[in-house]
């Protein structure tokens, strides 16, 4: 057979790439005489979304490239390390692809197109696009875990609601990420079963992770904070939770809200690639994060962990990925927020009780979706 996959695996984002790496890993060492190989299609909008400068149509966005100018000597050296890690680890096809219809010729060979995981049919992306659906592709369709992100039904009426319906129907099976992403696939009128699985990361054992990363490096303590979104309320949190353990905090440059936490007291990783994101989570005494992908991983590292929440208009904002995840897991109590700090022993922290009996549970069910999904015939 002849398996592709549709991902953001172009995506500078260390959860986009790890996923995706993470999904062709799994399928072709359970699959090992079939090809499997992540299509190279680039969505609209993807290029301009993880591109070093803005256009400069606006007084934000001039500002916005000052800033990266300042900080240029990094952000190229990331751009190149993500690019190698793609080349070295994705399996990616050769040809780049940014045409619809381009897209549908060369997926003509394929026998098996999986779309997933990552936040592929969020609405509200900026790179989203249909065909993220494989609209007409003539052979089995699976979803493995694509992720509507924290849309909400209210946000389908962005896209073409009865086109996206009619690509889902042509699907031989579909799961999701998040229990939020079944209400969307019904609101959506596919009335067939919709599994909830885990995220790809999760497929790899910690020992399969290692073997990419190498051997582990002498550091003294420290607290690896890290998030998408460097708001103010979550910096002061892993402030006085750097204050109350003595541990020095580091962090490494994710999207632009990363400027947020610069000249906090934080120390910035000046190694960029997804490999060192990997050693940071391994290597790190605690964890601090409100990214699902640092969730997933403080997990498979059975890391000490916390994941940060923290309010937005006034209302503590739930991300349902990570509690989703935590409560399968059964260590959803590791979830805390600004006022729980006060009340935990800093100087004499629990483990983390991982279920082993839960994550393997929920490791076969995923992994068993996925096989049955490529071999069964529908």
């Not at 369709?141 to 009619?166: C, H, M, Q, T, W």
Request: proline share 3%; charged share 30%; net charge positive.
């Amino acid at each position: 057979m002849k398996i592709g996959i549709l991902t953001f695996h172009n995506s500078d984002n260390y959860g986009s790439v790890l996923q995706a790496y993470a999904l062709r890993n799994y399928i072709t060492k359970t699959f090992p005489n079939d090809e499997c190989e992540i299509v190279n299609y680039v969505a609209p909008n993807q290029n301009d979304l993880y591109a070093l400068y803005l256009k400069n149509n606006s007084i934000k966005n001039i500002i916005k490239n000052i800033r990266a100018f300042l900080f240029s000597k990094l952000l190229k050296k990331r751009i190149y390390e993500f690019d190698v890690f793609r080349k070295n680890y994705l399996g990616i096809s050769k040809e780049r692809i940014e045409e619809s219809n381009t897209l549908r010729d060369y997926l003509q060979d394929f026998n098996i197109m999986i779309c997933g995981s990552d936040q592929i049919w969020n609405p509200l992306s900026l790179d989203f696009s249909e065909e993220y659906f494989v609209p007409g592709f003539k052979g089995k369709k699976v979803a493995y875990a694509p992720s509507f992100g924290n849309g909400k039904e209210k946000d389908l009426n962005r896209i073409d609601k009865a086109n996206i319906g009619s690509f889902l129907r042509e699907f031989n099976a579909i799961s999701v990420r998040e229990n939020s992403g079944i209400k969307m696939i019904r609101s959506l009128g596919y009335s067939k079963d919709v599994e909830l699985v885990l995220d790809p990361t999760l497929l790899l054992e910690k020992r399969e992770w290692l073997k990419i990363i190498g051997e582990r490096k002498e550091e003294k303590p420290y607290i690896f904070f890290y998030s998408i979104n460097y708001n103010p309320e979550t910096i002061d949190m892993v402030k006085r939770i750097s204050k109350k353990t003595r541990l020095k905090v580091k962090i490494m440059f994710s999207t632009n809200k990363t400027y947020s936490a610069l000249g906090k007291g934080f120390e910035l990783i000046k190694e960029t690639s997804p490999i060192n994101f990997l050693e940071s989570v391994r290597s790190a005494t605690l964890v601090l994060s409100n990214s699902f992908h640092g969730i997933a991983f403080s997990t498979i590292f059975r890391k000490q962990f916390f994941a940060l929440e923290v309010r937005r208009n006034g209302e503590i904002y739930k991300d349902e990925r990570i509690h989703n995840l935590l409560e399968k897991f059964k260590i959803d109590s590791r979830i805390i927020k600004r006022e729980d700090i006060e009340r935990i022993d800093w100087n004499d922290l629990k483990p983390v009780n991982y279920d082993e009996k839960a994550i393997n549970n929920e490791l076969k069910k995923s992994q068993d979706y996925l096989i049955n999904s490529i071999k069964n015939e529908y």
